[in-house]
């Protein structure tokens, strides 16, 4: 028999929300045509690659030498992780080497990896709602349990809500800044609220609990905005980050865990790391897109078809008469259930169907009453969405 606990697990309404929207509109393009659904479910970058990234694919697949597709270091190559070193002290503002980097499975595999490393059973990560709904399950996978803490009103970084938190079990902050759902960028001021709240936590009981930034979307930015760096605010920092989002490779699964070289416990956290690579069986990131991103990290991206996207958007939830979160960078709107659903966002997204629009419940995010579109779509199914979305506000529950 399988787990009972992934039993029970897969068959709850709110798993794999996503995925069961994506799939449900595959067929309801089967059966009304593409053009007729408006699938807002997935978070799939539909940019093309960058030009030199392209480039450096076809320059590493006509490579021949010895053993280039053979193992190498569990912690990845490392003049890769120079590169990552390098990339990493460009963003945070301090000098890293490639000691503090190993190269992961995506930054999926980067966060399990660092769960792995970190958590004790019973140890508790504090996460800002609203949050990517795979978190729970990462944390859980490690013995860990996930202490979810509300945001502000306009979605920003609650110091105080995390301090009111905080336990001598608590061994992580984790945020995501552009956030996934509600495109929030926290401030600089945020995180140095934060880092001082957990400092003094950390004087108190002797246990500094890491700040584990997740920041796929860290070059996804509007307005000029700008992500803050953590390393020169806490000690006991790690990025953990992919080229999934800002390069366009989710299907390569390549992205890297950092931790703060100023951490006193750095050497510690990346044997550990390495340690937790080999034996959650990745062993290693692939050899092939860790050679690509060495030759491509630093490509220019245009991502200003993700900002016009946004703002027709924002013009079709107007229209609709819907209430919405502006987005400061990634490319997610979190927008308000209407009034006279009772905040009852899976069963919007539901009567959402019905009119061949499919978007993501709230509640999967720890945001009940919101939903979540992804507008990495073709500008036509933004547009052409304007009309079944006011119909689909006008219209009555069932």
Same mark, same amino acid.
């Given at each position: 028999?399988?787990?009972?606990?992934?039993?029970?697990? =897969?068959?709850?309404?709110? &798993?794999?929300?996503?995925? !069961?929207?994506?799939?449900?509109?595959?067929?309801?393009?089967?059966?009304?045509?593409?053009?007729?659904?408006?699938?807002?479910?997935?978070? @799939?970058?539909?940019?093309?690659?960058?030009?030199?990234?392209?480039?450096?694919?076809?320059?590493?697949?006509?490579?021949?030498?010895?053993?280039?597709? /053979?193992?190498?270091?569990?912690?990845?190559?490392?003049?890769?992780? &120079? %590169?990552?070193?390098?990339? #990493?002290?460009?963003?945070?503002?301090?000098?890293?080497?490639?000691?503090?980097?190993?190269?992961?499975?995506? %930054?999926?595999? %980067?966060?399990?990896?660092?769960?792995?490393?970190? *958590? @004790?059973?019973?140890?508790? =990560?504090? +996460?800002?709602?609203?949050?990517?709904?795979?978190?729970?399950?990462?944390?859980?996978?490690?013995? /860990?349990?996930?202490?979810?803490?509300?945001?502000?009103?306009?979605?920003?970084?609650?110091?105080?809500?995390?301090?009111?938190?905080?336990?001598?079990?608590?061994? &992580?902050?984790?945020? $995501?800044?552009?956030?996934?759902?509600?495109?929030?960028?926290?401030?600089?001021?945020?995180?140095? %609220?934060?880092?001082?709240?957990?400092?003094?936590?950390?004087? !108190?009981?002797?246990?500094?609990?890491?700040?584990?930034?997740?920041?796929?979307?860290?070059?996804? #930015?509007?307005?000029? !905005?700008?992500?803050?760096?953590?390393?020169?605010?806490?000690?006991? &920092?790690?990025? =953990? #980050?992919?080229?999934?989002?800002?390069?366009?490779?989710?299907?390569?699964?390549?992205?890297?865990?950092?931790?703060?070289?100023?951490?006193?416990?750095?050497?510690?956290?990346?044997?550990?790391?390495?340690?937790?690579?080999?034996?959650?069986?990745?062993? @290693?990131?692939?050899?092939?897109?860790?050679?690509?991103?060495?030759?491509?990290?630093?490509?220019?991206?245009?991502?200003? *078809?993700?900002?016009?996207?946004?703002?027709?958007?924002?013009?079709?939830?107007?229209?609709?008469?819907?209430?919405?979160?502006?987005?400061?960078?990634?490319?997610?709107?979190? +927008?308000? +259930?209407?009034?006279?659903? $009772?905040?009852?966002?899976?069963?919007? #997204?539901?009567?959402?169907?019905?009119?061949?629009?499919?978007?993501?419940?709230?509640?999967?995010?720890?945001?009940?009453?919101?939903?979540?579109?992804?507008?990495? =779509?073709?500008?036509?199914?933004?547009?052409?969405?304007?009309?079944?979305?006011?119909?689909?506000?006008?219209?009555?529950?069932?």
């Amino acid at each position: 028999m399988i787990s009972k606990k992934i039993k029970d697990l =897969v068959e709850s309404p709110s &798993a794999g929300v996503i995925r !069961k929207m994506f799939e449900e509109g595959a067929v309801l393009k089967q059966k009304f045509g593409a053009e007729n659904v408006y699938d807002f479910s997935l978070g @799939n970058p539909d940019l093309d690659p960058p030009a030199k990234v392209i480039e450096a694919i076809s320059k590493t697949a006509s490579e021949e030498c010895h053993l280039c597709h /053979g193992y190498m270091p569990n912690a990845g190559y490392q003049s890769v992780r &120079a %590169a990552m070193a390098k990339k #990493t002290s460009i963003e945070q503002g301090v000098d890293i080497d490639f000691s503090n980097v190993v190269m992961s499975v995506g %930054a999926a595999g %980067a966060l399990n990896t660092v769960f792995k490393a970190l *958590l @004790n059973d019973g140890d508790e =990560v504090i +996460v800002p709602c609203p949050y990517f709904t795979e978190y729970d399950h990462y944390i859980h996978n490690h013995g /860990g349990e996930i202490v979810r803490v509300k945001t502000k009103a306009d979605f920003g970084l609650d110091s105080l809500a995390v301090k009111n938190a905080l336990t001598e079990k608590t061994a &992580a902050v984790l945020i $995501n800044s552009p956030n996934n759902p509600s495109g929030r960028i926290y401030s600089d001021e945020e995180i140095q %609220a934060l880092a001082d709240v957990l400092t003094e936590h950390g004087k !108190k009981t002797g246990r500094y609990p890491y700040i584990i930034c997740d920041e796929p979307y860290r070059a996804i #930015t509007y307005g000029g !905005k700008k992500v803050s760096a953590v390393f020169p605010k806490y000690q006991n &920092a790690v990025v =953990v #980050t992919s080229f999934a989002k800002n390069l366009s490779l989710p299907g390569e699964r390549i992205g890297y865990v950092c931790v703060n070289p100023a951490c006193p416990e750095a050497k510690d956290f990346i044997a550990a790391a390495i340690f937790a690579t080999r034996i959650l069986g990745f062993v @290693n990131a692939p050899a092939f897109f860790q050679k690509v991103i060495e030759k491509s990290w630093d490509a220019e991206c245009d991502y200003s *078809l993700y900002e016009k996207r946004r703002n027709e958007l924002l013009k079709v939830m107007d229209y609709a008469g819907l209430k919405y979160a502006v987005p400061e960078g990634a490319f997610y709107l979190f +927008v308000k +259930v209407p009034d006279g659903w $009772n905040d009852d966002d899976m069963a919007f #997204t539901n009567h959402l169907k019905k009119f061949n629009i499919l978007c993501a419940p709230g509640s999967g995010f720890g945001g009940k009453g919101w939903f979540r579109i992804a507008y990495c =779509v073709a500008e036509s199914t933004i547009i052409n969405s304007k009309e079944a979305f006011k119909r689909a506000v006008e219209s009555k529950a069932d």
